[in-house]
């Protein structure tokens, strides 16, 4: 098993920025790879970035590319998504999950954390 924690969601200004961050604790060697998941009210979670630990390869969906930046700690088993000019298209429930490759489903990612809000107001 693999727990979550995010953290670091919160209300913010259009064009401000949040940096959330995920510490996974638990069996996190069998997880090759962390994302970031967010839900708005009635739309599907959708992947929005995603890393491996070992090489740090990254993935971003495009509506977030050059905004968005995710990043790991490998030493404090943490990663963060840096995120920048915010718009309230944002706004959602921000996801961590970890797994074994990347995948665009959930259904392919392993665990989840318990969520985060964001919110930004316009």
């Known amino acids: 098993q693999v727990q979550l924690v995010e953290s670091g969601g919160g209300l913010v200004q259009a064009g401000g920025s949040l940096r959330l961050s995920c510490a996974a604790s638990g069996r996190t060697f069998s997880s090759n790879a962390m994302g970031w998941f967010r839900q708005a009210p009635g739309k599907e979670r959708e992947l929005i970035a995603a890393?491996?630990?070992?090489?740090?390869?990254?993935f971003y969906q495009d509506s977030v590319k050059g905004r968005f930046t995710i990043s790991r700690d490998v030493a404090k088993n943490t990663v963060y998504l840096q995120m920048n000019s915010l718009k309230p298209e944002d706004t959602a429930i921000y996801y961590c999950?970890?797994?074994?490759?990347?995948?665009?489903?959930?259904?392919?990612?392993?665990?989840w954390g318990q969520g985060t809000q964001v919110t930004v107001s316009s």
């Open positions: 999950t970890s797994g074994s490759s990347f995948g665009p489903r959930p259904d392919a990612w392993s665990y």
């Open positions: 890393i491996t630990w070992r090489s740090g390869t990254t």
